[in-house]
């Protein structure tokens, strides 16, 4: 059994992936929890909806018995052979310091739900990371099947507690607070935000209220006062009431969900968000263009789309509204979050991601493989790529040459491109350039066009606003 | 409240020295556990009052 790994931490299991099959090894001691989970009615609800990963214990991997197929270094002190369970494939793993705000309270809400829809089926969630969950287009799904396990009835403390105030609560208070970008605050840690980290940032009001005063306040002057009674902190303390118990978890799990709701981002504003109404286009120009991808799609109907400079993402859910499965990628997490909401509400297959593709995500964790990287991921992932209104952001902001964006294009797609030139003496490429136009003065569609005919065929344009933007169907030629 | 206040001032003021291996959870375990005892000896004796003024509060939401 050969593959890559892709989740070693928790010596419960390993997820690997073999020749495009999603594996999880699990080991002896795990095995009694898993088959607890997938039996219970709770489990079969939520796969049902799509929110529990699918799961079924799989014969054979390479056509082989699964015998002795164990990787070598996959011991568990002789706690004998473990089983292997096949999950169904999330098309495009996606990760927290790539999600805008609402899809980690997503998350974070889907998180609460689970561990209290779980409390009658005797199961407890162990750990409560966002790493646990991705998605499919905008929805949320539980992956990390071996994160549940089998619930002490008598203990009523939720030892992720703390892990879920660290990895959900405080990252999303703090950048509705203070817009800190999430991807600063996941890029850097693995394990989210402690509250000392947060507590300096505060001002003496917010120190006293909630809802920092419990999650930030509290906990800093607590944690002065532990000392070295750390360890017998973290021993089991039984209740002799199961029912009491349980109350007790309840409780917890309802006041975070309360506490959740509070913290619900809101609609955000940005440079961006007023984009649809200030591009540059007259109403007619903008139907033309919106035809013009219309009609390539339709005569193309590429399965799987990345959209770089989604916007709002009026092309990702058009081209969703097509039956196909779209990436959505935009620097600016306001109109990420945009995106996904307007996603939700259609129930369409757009997964936004906050990515830039000037400086994509690079890969995070352990040898920096545990989550790759954005081009990684996307390599020969897509049928077809758009670069609508984008190109002049890239090339000035970014400072990136066309020849490279060129080259980056034909890796990301298999065939199709969508691309649209502006030209220097368009309005909105001067808005841009700070005074450096002269740095843009050859710069027309010729040049553009020779740049991407190294590694496309141009098949169709369409030149709009007297000239100054151009819309090109391009083919990645087969070398 | 106003002693809560000043106590609240006086820890705020109070600034305990950086240590190597503390914990980062364990003031959000001491948290849990407070509140935590606090239901389990408070609101689970009284929980038939506490879900009869929820309920009400629930439905006069509803209402």
């Not at chain 1, 009674?229 to 917890?252: G, H, P």
């Not at chain 1, 033309?288 to 789309?305: M, N």
């Not at chain 1, 002269?438 to 065929?457: N, V």
Request: with cysteine.
């Amino acid at each position: 059994m050969i593959g890559s790994t892709r989740s070693f931490r928790d010596p419960a299991g390993r997820l690997i992936v073999v020749d495009g099959r999603v594996l999880r090894l699990v080991a002896k001691p795990a095995i009694d929890s898993l088959f607890a989970l997938l039996r219970s009615q709770t489990a079969q609800q939520f796969t049902e909806r799509g929110s529990l990963i699918q799961t079924r214990v799989a014969e054979e991997v390479d056509g082989k018995s699964l015998c002795c197929q164990m990787p070598d270094d996959f011991r568990f002190d002789n706690s004998g052979p473990g089983i292997v369970v096949e999950h169904s494939r999330v098309d495009f793993p996606s990760f927290a310091h790539e999600w805008p705000p609402e899809m980690l309270h997503a998350a974070a809400q889907l998180t609460l739900e689970l561990a209290a829809a779980f409390l009658d089926e005797g199961v407890g969630l162990k750990d409560a990371d966002p790493r646990n969950i991705l998605f499919r287009g905008p929805r949320p799904v539980f992956v990390d099947i071996l994160s549940f396990e089998k619930r002490d009835p008598n203990d009523p403390v939720w030892r992720p507690y703390a892990q879920f105030v660290r990895n959900f609560l405080l990252p999303l208070l703090v950048n509705k607070h203070f817009s800190i970008p999430l991807s600063q605050l996941y890029l850097t840690g693995h394990d989210g935000l402690r509250p000392q980290d947060v507590y300096p940032l505060l001002g003496l009001a917010s120190k006293l209220l909630p809802p920092f005063f419990t999650l930030v306040t509290l906990p800093v002057w607590l944690s002065r006062t532990v000392g070295k009674r750390n360890v017998a902190m973290y021993q089991k303390k039984r209740q002799s009431d199961a029912e009491k118990t349980k109350f007790i978890l309840r409780s917890l799990f309802h006041r975070l969900a309360r506490l959740t709701d509070k913290i619900t981002p809101g609609q955000g504003e940005s440079d961006w968000s007023s984009y649809m109404s200030s591009n540059g286009y007259s109403s007619e120009e903008f139907s033309a263009k919106k035809s013009f991808v219309e009609t390539a799609l339709a005569e193309a109907r590429p399965k799987r789309i990345l959209d770089v400079g989604c916007n709002i993402g009026y092309f990702s859910l058009a081209a969703a509204r097509q039956g196909a499965r779209v990436v959505a990628i935009d620097s600016d997490p306001a109109v990420v979050g945009e995106t996904w909401r307007q996603a939700l509400k259609e129930d369409l297959d757009v997964l936004p991601l906050v990515v830039n593709i000037a400086s994509p995500t690079p890969g995070v964790g352990w040898r920096n493989r545990e989550s790759t990287s954005f081009l990684e991921r996307s390599f020969g992932a897509f049928d077809a790529v758009m670069m609508l209104a984008v190109v002049h952001h890239i090339l000035v902001t970014g400072q990136i040459p066309l020849y490279e964006m060129a080259g980056l294009a034909s890796e990301l797609t298999n065939d199709l491109l969508l691309i649209e030139f502006v030209s220097p003496k368009d309005p909105l490429f001067r808005s841009i350039t700070l005074g450096r136009d002269y740095l843009y003065d050859g710069l027309a569609a010729e040049t553009f066009e020779t740049a991407f005919r190294d590694r496309f065929d141009i098949v169709r344009t369409l030149t709009l606003c007297n000239g100054n933007r151009s819309l090109y169907v391009m083919r990645k030629k087969l070398h | 409240m106003t002693l809560v206040l000043f106590l609240c001032l006086l820890l705020i003021s109070t600034v305990a020295p950086a240590e190597a291996y503390t914990d980062p959870g364990s003031g959000l375990l001491l948290w849990q556990l407070i509140v935590s005892g606090f239901v389990g000896c408070v609101a689970f004796r009284y929980r038939k009052i506490v879900h009869f003024i929820f309920k009400r509060d629930h439905e006069q939401k509803e209402k």
